[in-house]
């Protein structure tokens, strides 16, 4: 009896020295390096030409004197396959004849691309009036000074330069940029009062105020 007295102190002694004992720590894992940042997202601004935002100011190239107007309506003429772009200055002019489809070596190969122009010019009068189509135009740059503006003709004075004025037709489709017709030397005289005074035409002439007035009687 007294054995298993003894023996039953023995192991209550036990147990309670093995629970005052402190617990071994248990090993951390090994912290892991922090994950490197998502790169942030550049926001894009919506730009007022859409995709079309660096071909209309590289076709101004930093011109004082140009301009970039929104196309109203695309005039279509199927039979002799020319556009002409109206915009609220007036219009554009006619665009030469587009006879790619001619090109085709059999009927059903000119037929085939005949109708790919005429959709393409559906796609560009949707996109006007989306308010996706631009044309822009800027006075011509006096040439540059120097042996070979000396050395080049009559035709290409700083004067006559400047008398024309280049221009050109932006569209944006499915988010990109179509260059459609570019006009080259037009004279400034084809453009209407509005849009010439628009571009600051230096020599533009001023209206003269009264001129039915101070007309001599008939």
């Known amino acids: ?57 590289e076709f101004v190239g930093g011109r004082k004197e140009a301009a970039a107007v929104p196309v109203k309506e695309v005039k279509a003429d199927g039979l002799r396959m020319t556009l002409n772009f109206v915009h609220p200055y007036g219009e554009s002019g006619d ?9 085709g070596e059999s009927i059903e190969e000119r037929r085939k691309a005949l109708n790919e122009a005429k959709q393409r010019v559906r796609m560009l009068a949707e996109a006007a009036r989306t308010g996706n189509v631009w044309y ?13 503006a000396r050395r080049s003709p009559a035709s290409t004075q700083p004067d006559d330069n400047r008398s024309l ?3 050109a037709v932006f569209a944006n489709i499915d988010n990109r940029c179509v260059s459609v017709h570019e006009y080259r030397s037009i004279p400034l005289e084809a453009l209407s009062r509005e849009l010439r005074t628009l571009l600051g035409d230096p020599r533009q002439p001023l209206p003269q105020a009264n001129d039915t007035a101070n007309s001599p009687p008939s």
């Open 95 to 103: 665009t030469p004849p587009n006879l790619a489809f001619t090109r």
């Open 165 to 167: 004025a280049s221009a």
């Open 136 to 148: 822009v135009i800027g006075l011509n740059r006096d040439p540059p000074e120097g042996p070979e």
């Open 1 to 57: 009896m007294i054995r298993i007295s003894l023996s039953v102190i023995c192991l209550m002694a036990l147990t309670a020295a093995t629970a005052s004992a402190p617990s071994p720590r248990r090993a951390e894992p090994a912290k892991r390096p922090d994950a490197r940042p998502a790169p942030r997202q550049v926001f894009q601004e919506q730009d007022e030409f859409r995709s079309c935002d660096v071909a209309v100011r």
